[in-house]
């Protein structure tokens, strides 16, 4: 093969358009690195990037950008990149097809890792495309901010709050989702008042009509339901039903630890008592129905109570519905029971209008569960981000659906 047709051939791979082409190919082995020059003829003309309009070339400032990998090869383009001379907007840099202004990485590249980083940790990816993971991390947060600027909420009516553990301690960040289309649309350090209103002026700037939105799917934190009142008075509060499950499931779980100080035969059995029935092997749902029969325990009758319970989400009308809740209270409330549950009753008591509004609209936010499933275990495989920024940037990248409108 001809130096020639080598040239031509690397112009075309890269889809360079004229007047660029290749000039000049090198390899080498040793270093296992492959560099790329590209050059245009002298008199070329380019277009202002104010502009637009086709200017003389005044001088030249060399560039190097980091290219998808040749086989285990690294792989560089080097290119001298011409600033224009524009006669209305004066000496102008330009740009160039292949890459971002100020980025040192070909836009192909960029693509790649962002590929690679939304379904693996960031250290991972790095080391897979030998750059480093913070470099990634610039790249995924030039693309997040790019991507949220063109985002459009003007359609949200409906949405739900969460917040998840950003490291360890009381470090959170206040998670803001659409619910009809299953993404989050911002994130916020902070789970208090202060977070939420960050994330709702966000919103607002994004074209939605924070004051028209009908509904709020989230947890009975006191935070979000004072700042919800405050902040969106007209929307209805929906208490998400995995939120209540799970109040339910932590008082199940209180009395088992309780009476298991005096039975030891309820000892290792947690998972008896909190797994979906369904979900059971064969041989562990014969060891539930064994203690359902045989023992008459204080984690029996709580167990079912939250089988009782879990019947509610199964109902179809808000008046079977609080039907059912009623009974179910004056059920616990009548019971010589673990405090625990007394307490769980309590609870569900005073926010019983906000569970009841599941019905009939069936709003929940339970999608959230799977993206905070999803977002700790990118955090514990990156052993944590020490940049609760970095954090962020990794929930939007991972349940954004923002276009980043890649190069193909």
């Given at each position: 093969?001809?130096?020639?047709?080598?040239?031509?051939l690397?112009?075309?791979?890269?889809?360079?358009?004229?007047?660029?082409?290749?000039?000049?190919?090198?390899?080498?082995?040793?270093?296992?690195?492959?560099?790329?020059?590209?050059?245009f003829?002298?008199?070329?003309?380019?277009?202002?990037?104010?502009?637009?309009?086709l200017?003389?070339?005044?001088d030249?400032?060399?560039?190097?950008?980091?290219?998808?990998?040749?086989?285990?090869?690294?792989?560089y383009?080097?290119?001298?990149?011409?600033r224009?001379?524009?006669p209305?907007?004066?000496?102008?840099?330009?740009?160039?097809?292949?890459?971002?202004?100020?980025?040192?990485?070909?836009l192909?590249?960029?693509?790649?890792a962002l590929?690679?980083?939304?379904?693996?940790?960031?250290l991972?990816?790095?080391r897979?495309m030998?750059?480093?993971?913070?470099?990634?991390?610039?790249?995924?947060?030039?693309?997040?901010?790019?991507?949220?600027?063109?985002?459009d909420?003007?359609?949200?009516?409906?949405?739900?709050?969460?917040?998840?553990?950003?490291?360890?301690?009381?470090?959170?960040?206040?998670?803001v989702?659409?619910?009809?289309?299953?993404?989050?649309?911002?994130?916020?350090?902070?789970?208090?008042?202060?977070?939420l209103?960050?994330?709702?002026?966000?919103?607002s700037?994004?074209?939605?009509?924070?004051?028209?939105?009908?509904?709020?799917?989230?947890?009975?934190?006191?935070?979000?339901?004072?700042a919800?009142?405050?902040?969106?008075?007209?929307?209805?509060?929906?208490?998400?039903?995995?939120?209540?499950?799970k109040?339910?499931?932590?008082?199940?779980d209180?009395?088992?630890?309780?009476?298991?100080?005096?039975?030891?035969?309820?000892?290792?059995?947690?998972?008896?008592?909190?797994?979906?029935?369904?979900?059971?092997?064969?041989?562990?749902?014969?060891?539930?129905?064994?203690?359902?029969?045989?023992?008459?325990?204080?984690?029996?009758?709580?167990?079912?109570?939250?089988?009782?319970?879990?019947?509610?989400w199964?109902?179809?009308?808000?008046?079977?519905?609080?039907s059912?809740l009623?009974?179910?209270?004056?059920?616990?409330?009548g019971?010589?029971?673990?405090?625990?549950?007394?307490?769980?009753?309590?609870?569900?008591?005073?926010?019983?209008?906000?569970?009841?509004?599941?019905?009939?609209?069936?709003?929940?936010?339970?999608?959230?569960?799977?993206?905070?499933?999803?977002?700790?275990a990118?955090?514990?495989?990156?052993?944590?981000?020490?940049?609760?920024?970095?954090?962020?940037?990794?929930?939007y990248?991972?349940a954004g659906?923002?276009?980043?409108?890649?190069?193909t």
């Amino acid at each position: 093969m001809s130096l020639l047709t080598q040239e031509k051939l690397f112009t075309a791979a890269l889809g360079l358009d004229a007047p660029w082409s290749v000039v000049s190919v090198v390899f080498d082995a040793k270093r296992k690195q492959l560099d790329i020059y590209l050059d245009f003829p002298r008199g070329s003309r380019f277009l202002c990037p104010e502009c637009g309009d086709l200017c003389p070339v005044h001088d030249t400032m060399g560039r190097r950008w980091r290219h998808l990998s040749f086989f285990e090869h690294q792989t560089y383009l080097h290119a001298s990149v011409p600033r224009a001379k524009c006669p209305k907007c004066g000496v102008k840099m330009v740009n160039v097809k292949w890459a971002q202004p100020g980025s040192g990485f070909t836009l192909l590249f960029e693509a790649m890792a962002l590929l690679m980083v939304r379904d693996m940790p960031f250290l991972t990816a790095s080391r897979l495309m030998h750059v480093s993971d913070d470099c990634l991390l610039r790249i995924a947060k030039r693309y997040v901010d790019q991507g949220r600027e063109r985002d459009d909420m003007s359609d949200v009516t409906q949405i739900g709050i969460d917040e998840t553990a950003c490291a360890s301690g009381h470090n959170y960040v206040t998670v803001v989702a659409d619910v009809k289309n299953s993404r989050v649309l911002h994130v916020s350090k902070g789970h208090d008042i202060k977070a939420l209103e960050a994330s709702l002026s966000d919103l607002s700037n994004h074209g939605c009509k924070v004051k028209k939105i009908k509904s709020v799917c989230m947890d009975m934190s006191p935070s979000f339901i004072s700042a919800v009142g405050k902040l969106m008075p007209k929307a209805q509060m929906i208490f998400d039903r995995f939120h209540v499950m799970k109040l339910v499931n932590n008082a199940v779980d209180t009395v088992r630890r309780n009476e298991v100080k005096t039975n030891d035969a309820l000892k290792n059995t947690r998972y008896l008592w909190l797994k979906n029935p369904k979900k059971l092997t064969d041989a562990k749902r014969e060891q539930l129905d064994s203690f359902l029969a045989q023992m008459n325990t204080q984690i029996a009758s709580a167990y079912q109570m939250k089988l009782n319970i879990q019947e509610l989400w199964k109902l179809k009308t808000k008046k079977e519905a609080t039907s059912h809740l009623q009974a179910w209270l004056k059920w616990v409330e009548g019971a010589t029971i673990d405090d625990a549950m007394k307490k769980l009753a309590k609870t569900i008591q005073s926010h019983k209008k906000g569970i009841l509004n599941y019905f009939p609209s069936r709003l929940t936010s339970g999608f959230m569960e799977s993206i905070n499933s999803r977002i700790q275990a990118a955090r514990a495989k990156a052993k944590g981000y020490r940049n609760p920024n970095n954090f962020i940037t990794v929930i939007y990248l991972i349940a954004g659906k923002l276009n980043f409108q890649l190069p193909t």
